[in-house]
């Protein structure tokens, strides 16, 4: 199975910017993609951005124009670059590989942000 482990996560103000990465391990040769999602309080998951392993992403509307993901330099690693975010973007931040693999979710990372 392959487990999650979100980072780079932080409070911060309307208008700034934030990377986060997502590092995979275990049985990781499963992973064509990887899908960023948010949780906000109290509601489901929903998808954010995907980012395939040849490096090209494609985004939902959620943040589309605002977000970029890539490849991290490690092996296994996808980054989210946020910018101009807005307190309805305060969530947990969670990765996952999807259905081609088992996996555990992780814990995610918080993304808190103040008018």
């Known amino acids: 199975q392959v487990r999650l482990e979100e980072s780079g996560g932080a409070s911060v103000r309307a208008g700034d910017s934030l990377r986060i990465s997502c590092r995979a391990y275990?049985?990781?040769?499963?992973?064509?993609?990887m899908h960023w999602y948010r949780q906000v309080s109290g509601k489901d998951k929903e998808l954010v951005a995907t980012?395939?392993?040849?490096?090209?992403?494609r985004y939902t509307n959620v943040m589309k124009g605002r977000v970029t993901g890539s490849r991290g330099e490690r092996k296994n690693e996808f980054r989210l670059q946020m910018n101009v975010l807005k307190p309805e973007d305060t969530a947990v931040y969670y990765c996952?590989?999807?259905?081609?693999?088992?996996?555990?979710w992780g814990e995610g990372t918080q993304v808190t942000v103040a008018a």
């Open positions: 275990g049985d990781t040769e499963c992973i064509e993609r």
């Open positions: 980012i395939d392993i040849d490096g090209q992403a």
């Open positions: 996952s590989p999807g259905s081609l693999c088992e996996y555990i």
